[in-house]
């Protein structure tokens, strides 16, 4: 069954490539693949979604889809949501429909493919599947320096692919595993600490220039200033959680062997939060921040990961696992709906340059109150997704903490704390910029209209699922607690 | 009863979402059910306040297995049920008060919503029952005061002042989870009844520690209590509608850092927290804080500005008994200041509408005639704020606390006295030349008394303004109360004497003069230009912040993206340019090569094996 959440979006990118009506086929694909995707993550019998087919005997390797835990889960649902509403959102150039409504789809199918996997060659696959057309699309389709960024962002990611593929095959290969299948692989373990110390070296910066981890973080905001509003959307939105998930999947496989790293993780998390944090600061472009600041978010999932590694099992820091997957659906969803506005600011302006925008929630007061909801989730304002996520993160931090002097994690989670000013300050500092004060010569309200109702429908429903995962984060949580309650035989160990 | 406090819990909210939702083009309709709700929650604020019998209810707001979870929960207590009764008591004055000031706004609905925003914020801080739901309401009455700070937010000094106050709030908040988090560390628990003992079960932790965490926790109510030196947001927060100015920024959540503290304090006990390390430093803070505000106040020409810089005064008043261990003495100065606080906030409020927005106190004068009602009741108030003996509630907590800075530390008491001459200074100063003499502007010749929507909930809070320290009545109806044997002391003569020479004082200068006589003083100037704080804050976020922003982004582009990674990427784009010529120069190519590329690599690494 969850082959169709992959293939509808296939079936219809090529419908659209061999001529069909391309709007059209595309909004409708992606409706029906939020409405199974949603209904499939909230479902009560997970176990008839799965699929599993042997591609390859030697090595074994599986086409095998379904949910492999709470986390997939919630990154199903991410994906469905964003890929709706990348779909519906940015203004296609004349002429261009073909190339991008399929790339779109192509970009949101590589997505739910890579969560849907639960052989690690499908899941590596399909992510590389979604880049292809990511890069095509701010290459052809992008605006600014589109050339540039889209050279720069392929040659990152295809560099970080590989160090990545090689830290996956070398992953399968000391585990002993017979087959590529996520249970057969986590079932193994790998007993040469040096084996896993290298292999969780290739993981860290494999899936960390994909998470645009410092110092691999400046393929970013530039490709994501120039990307089309979609792309931008589906790529920070979701792409970019396909490392993070990789990280969090493989983890158990290396525990001992990210021990090794636990200090430089934490020197480059914080660089993410602090440095990259300062670098949004002096931003003058509100596309450039928003692309600095979903660099710097990163910091925090990376915050929980390092909680993770430090006490060494998902059961030894409970809250390490689903901090990390509640900020990567809240992050995914406030970019996705932030790059949406934006873009839609660009085409009602003409400008995204800070200091030529200024009350323009006088004209579009519904514009500015959706953006002012996605500042704020970005910003961790309690009652939206994002702070659900981030307060656990900081728990998650100090979990280990027994009064005493405070250890390496503690310092750098308060550190990190300071970034949430620093967020706060740039956000504010851009809001303020854009919609309030007095209208200017771009946000006359004689010039500009506010959205009409058809176009706020995407940007709604990525608001409320904000605030239904900011007011109930149990909504997500819950999918979580079957995978991170300790296993019956551990308990009896104790 | 349990059923009663989740209603005054949801009730704002509700009317918040309803009116932002539906009632968004029908103004007059949201005022009135945003007020109809306001009164609904002050009737059940007093049923709670006259049941017997504390409770604590709660639900898990995000479960996870193998950890305690963060709960959603009320604590009903004397502390809280009192605290209610002035969040909702002022807050539906306010509401009354606003449906006349707020008549003729074009956005009335948006700042309808944004007051049933703040009440069901506020509502939560009161009930919470642990810190990190304290936390989460914290956050949101920030937003509801950016939200209504920036009303006219069309106004660039609106909506700066409004950006200024969330970060500014920001700011005090770091501090604020890092010492909810080590405190966590220690004690083992959020909850606010679980802390003695988990304190007392948790025998390792260190004084010093536990003093940090105490003082991080303090950090967040100096953010929010507007203390020195992170006190610069609240007179700037005096853009916001008047209305607003009296609840958010007089009464109600500029008080949360006190309450926040007291909460704290007699959760975990106070004589916890003497052994502590570095506690002291709250009380001075507090005491500083006072001091420097009434200073300010004194030469500011502003009648809002005057009031804002004494709410930081008697905020500094508050913080500095806390600090100095009696959360009593703080909670009931807090009880009678929030009455006599929103009277003069409400009551400038009506004679800004009357001399149509005029707040230059020199432009007003000879209110006295012309506005009778707003005129006594100001008075009233300012008598309470000044501490009138025996018939003001400002007395009578006033006196509380400086009882307990005589007996506990000598120098704030000093402080504390002198806060409380310059006080009654600066309030007649204001009362002299707005309300007596001849008018000084066609503005305020022009005054007419306000209508009985605006005038009522004077007269009310006039009423608690004189009663509400009278042990009769704060016994059943404050929040904290202890009663204090009253004797003729080192604490009833000072502040005898404050009152008397600050009268004096303010007399002879401001009596008969239509300018200000001190005006041209080198002293008076750095009061009036609020010690140069503002300008050297700005100094600070230009040169040191966004200076260092400027210098570490260059650095970025210039060694992280130009050298070291962008050298490796050259090479490579260098090598996709030699591609380039060989084949048809097009970005399709180089994605097709680049998923050829892709393809033989897997097939290499994994197939060939």
Known sequence: ?494 | MNSLAWLLLGLPLLSAVVIHLGLKRLQSVSALVATASAGVTLLFSIILLLSEGDFITSFNWASIAGFEGIKIGLELDQLSKGMMLIVTGVGFLVHLFSLAYMKYDQAKARYFAGLALFMFSMTGIVLASNFIMMFIFWELVGLSSYLLIGHWYDKDSAADAAKKAFLTNRIGDFGFMIGILMLWGIAGTFTFSELAGGLAASSGYSITLLGIAVLCIFAGAMGKSAQAPLHVWLPDAMEGPTPVSALIHAATMVAAGVFMMARFYTSIGTEVIEALWGVQTIAWIGGITSLLAALMATQQDDIKKILAYSTLSQLGYMVMAVGLLSPEAGMFHLYTHAWFKALLFLGSGAVIYACHHEQNIWKMGGLKKTMPITFITFGIGTLALCGFPFITSGFWSKEQILETAWLNNKPLFLIAALVAFLTTFYMFRLFFIAFLGKSRSEKSEHAKEVGPLMFTPLIILAILALISGFSSVAGIIAPSFKILEFHIGPAFIASLLAVILGFLFAFKLYAKTDEDPLAGHKVAQVFRHKFYLDEAYAKIIRYGQDGLAAFIHFFDELIINGLIVGGFSRTAGGIGRLFTRLQSGNLQGYATLFGIGVLLVIYITVFVS
Request: proline fraction near 4%.
């Open chain 1, 1 to 494: 069954m969850s082959i169709l959440l992959i293939l509808i979006p296939i079936l219809a990118a090529i419908a659209i490539l061999s001529g069909g009506k391309a709007r059209s086929i595309a909004t409708g694909a992606a409706a029906l693949n939020l409405i199974i995707g949603l209904g499939s993550v909230f479902s009560f019998d997970h176990s008839v979604w799965n699929f599993s087919w042997q591609v390859l005997s030697q090595p074994s390797i599986h086409l095998a889809l379904g949910f492999y835990d709470g986390m997939s889960m919630i990154m199903v649902a991410l994906s469905a949501l964003v890929l709706f509403a990348a779909v519906m959102s940015g203004k296609c150039p004349e002429g261009h429909e073909k190339l991008w409504y399929s790339s779109i789809l192509f970009i949101g199918a590589g997505g739910l493919g890579a969560f849907l996997s639960t052989d690690l060659f499908f899941f590596y696959a399909f992510h590389e599947l979604a880049l292809i057309p990511t890069f095509l699309m701010i290459g052809m389709l992008g605006s600014g320096e589109r050339k540039e960024a889209a050279w720069k962002i392929t040659i990152y990611l295809a560099l970080g692919s590989i160090i990545l593929l090689a830290g996956l095959i070398w992953l399968v290969a000391a585990s002993g595993s017979e087959t590529w299948l996520f249970e057969d692989l986590l079932a193994s373990t790998i007993a040469d600490s040096g084996a896993q110390k290298g292999i969780a070296l290739l993981l860290i910066i494999g899936f960390g220039v994909l998470i645009s981890l410092f110092p691999f973080h400046s393929w970013a905001a530039p490709a994501y200033a120039s990307a089309p509003a979609p792309v931008a959307m589906l790529h920070a939105g979701v792409l970019k959680k396909f490392g993070l998930y990789g990280l969090i999947r493989l983890y158990p496989m290396v525990a001992e062997g990210m021990q090794a790293w636990l200090s430089l993780l934490i020197v480059l998390l914080l660089c993410n939060i602090l440095w990259v944090g300062f670098v949004t600061l002096n931003q003058k472009r509100l596309d450039m921040m928003l692309g600095n600041s979903s660099v710097m978010h990163m910091g925090y999932i990376f915050l929980a990961f390092a909680a993770l590694i430090e006490a060494g099992s998902f059961e030894a820091n409970p809250l390490a696992k689903p901090a990390a997957v509640l900020l990567m659906f809240a992050h995914g969803i406030s970019i996705a709906l932030l790059f949406m506005l934006t873009d839609t600011i660009r085409r009602k302006t003409g400008t995204v340059e800070l200091a030529e925008l200024g009350g323009l929630a006088k004209a579009a007061p519904r514009l500015a109150f959706l953006f002012g909801l996605g500042a704020m989730a970005s910003i961790g304002l309690p009652g939206l997704a994002n702070f659900s996520g981030e307060v656990l993160v900081f728990l998650s931090g100090f979990h280990a903490y027994d009064g005493g002097g405070l250890g390496c994690v503690q310092v750098a989670t308060i550190l990190a704390l300071w970034g949430v000013v620093i967020s706060a300050v740039y956000m504010l500092r851009a809001y303020r910029q854009t919609f309030h004060g007095p209208a200017v010569k771009h946000t006359d309200s004689s010039h500009v209209q506010d959205f009409g109702p058809f176009c706020q429908i995407p940007a709604a429903l990525l608001a409320i699922a904000l605030l239904v995962v900011g007011l109930f984060p149990n909504s997500l949580l819950n999918l979580l607690k079957a995978s991170t309650a300790p296993a019956p035989c551990e308990q009896a160990a104790e």
